[in-house]
């Protein structure tokens, strides 16, 4: 009976404690009862590649012309504004023409006065002709009496006196023949001067009618008025440059896109190469345009260099406008039917059970063109085996694989599913005992 006794005593006590001590085993952090990882899986697929450049821009004109004035005056009247369609000749502005339209007036009357000028020096070139001739004719003669007054003086009919007068009148008369041929070179000197006189005077008046013929100001393409810089009676100031009166676009139907492209993609822009760029007016909407040129002056801003990449894009709608910032990719390289594999899945690294990444092993790299890369697949005991990569051309997205031991279809590992990655495990001492 004491037996019995004891057993019922002491039992309920000891059944409490085995189930005490087995709890407190199961719940013992530095038992090993870590559950496996869960893995989110994706698949390689075959498909359409497409390589892009992002990058920010500027619309524009095509062609931008600045209409300037080529004199200073009063605006007197402005026959277009703002986005007022124009054609070339067009008439859109006028300066106030008095003051040169009186330059014209006195350059038509200097002219015409050195005109008179030169008609006056014109007949006195003439005097001066005839008298030159008639000077001439009395040397002739003289000289026709001399060698007969000679012939006299031999047979001795006249007197050696009357030889001297007639030698003295022949002197007489070719100092005068000098003398009008004189005249005659100053007469036509004088002509001269008045003819240039003239022609100075006429190019004054050319110039006077050319500064009144720049007081209309006309367009000089056909296009659509972008800006105005002045308005009816403001005073235009052309000493040192022509001030700038209208901005005129030649054709907003065609607009240009100024994209900013960094030196370490510049490389891969080639003209020719398709485009495509949305603008914050029109969100959701995509514009499509074509690369033209790559300019080779760099421009650096905050020690970044870029290249000004420039592209054509139709606008036959309007929608777009001068000024507007495009957010644009340049397509450089599109590839039908390749293998590729998410982004995602290159950057996925397995970690240990402790928390610390898995070490790979260089040397086991796929060899070929392209740059290396790794992808992991889950092997048979549900652990990740890694793939070595080839990869070509990628969006962004996804990456080409050039070559590597998978195909259309084969699963690869994206990431850890939340909250299933294994984490660094802390420290404790069996049954939670002290520090």
């Known amino acids: 009976m004491d037996l019995k006794a004891t057993l019922k005593r002491w039992l309920p006590p000891l059944l409490l404690l085995t189930a005490a001590a087995a709890g407190l085993w199961a719940w013992q952090p530095w038992q090993d009862k870590t559950p496996q990882p869960q893995y989110r899986l994706g698949k390689a697929t075959e498909g359409r590649l497409s390589a892009a450049v992002s990058a920010s821009g500027t619309l524009g004109a095509l ?13 007197a009247e402005l026959l277009a504004d703002f986005n007022a369609p124009v054609k070339k000749g067009q008439v859109i502005a006028r300066l106030d023409p008095a003051a040169f339209e009186t330059r014209v007036a006195q350059a038509q009357a200097d002219l015409r006065a050195a005109e008179s000028a030169a008609q006056v020096a014109r007949e006195t ?38 030889l ?54 006309r367009s000089p393409v056909d296009g659509v008025v972008i800006s105005r ?75 970044v260099v870029t290249y000004s990449v420039m592209a054509t894009a139709a606008n036959p709608d309007g ?64 652990r990740p085996q890694p793939i070595a990569l080839r990869l070509g051309v990628s969006d962004g997205r996804a990456t080409e694989v050039l070559r590597g031991e998978i195909r259309d279809g084969t699963e690869i590992i994206l990431g850890y599913e939340e909250g299933s990655e294994p984490k660094p495990k802390r420290q404790t001492r069996p049954f939670g005992g002290g520090l």
């Not at 062609?63 to 605006?75: F, K, P």
């Not at 070719?174 to 070179?185: C, D, F, K, S, T």
């Open 63 to 75: 062609v931008t012309v600045q209409v300037g004035s080529q004199v200073s005056g009063q605006i």
């Open 319 to 382: 929608k777009l406008l001068p000024g507007m910032t495009a957010n644009a990719r340049i397509l450089t390289e599109e590839k039908e039917r390749v293998l590729m594999v998410p982004n995602e899945a290159l950057r996925f690294r397995p970690l240990n059970p402790d928390g610390s990444p898995v070490k790979l092993e260089v040397r086991n790299r796929e060899e070929g063109p392209g740059i290396p890369g790794r992808v992991w697949v889950l092997g048979r005991d549900g």
């Open 125 to 162: 070139l003439t005097v001066r002709q005839a008298e030159l001739a008639k000077a001439r004719i009395a040397l002739d003669d003289a000289g026709r009496n001399l060698e007969r007054k000679r012939a006299l003086v031999r047979e001795q009919f006249i007197s050696p006196a009357e």
């Open 229 to 303: 810089n002045v308005d009816v009676g403001q005073t235009v100031a052309a000493s040192l440059q022509a001030p700038v009166l209208f901005t005129i676009a030649q054709d907003l139907r065609q607009m240009e896109v100024n994209i900013a492209v960094d030196e370490a993609d510049v490389g891969r822009v080639r003209p020719g190469q398709k485009v495509r760029f949305t603008v914050d007016a029109y969100p959701g909407e995509r514009f499509s345009g074509q690369v033209t040129e790559i300019r080779k002056a760099p421009q650096t801003v905050n020690n």
């Open 164 to 217: 001297d007068s007639a030698q003295a009148a022949f002197e007489t008369a070719r100092e005068q023949v000098r003398l009008a041929e004189a005249g005659v070179r100053v007469a036509s000197a004088q002509l001269h001067n008045a003819e240039a006189l003239v022609a100075q005077r006429q190019a004054l008046l050319r110039q006077a009618q050319v500064e009144l013929a720049h007081t209309v100001i």
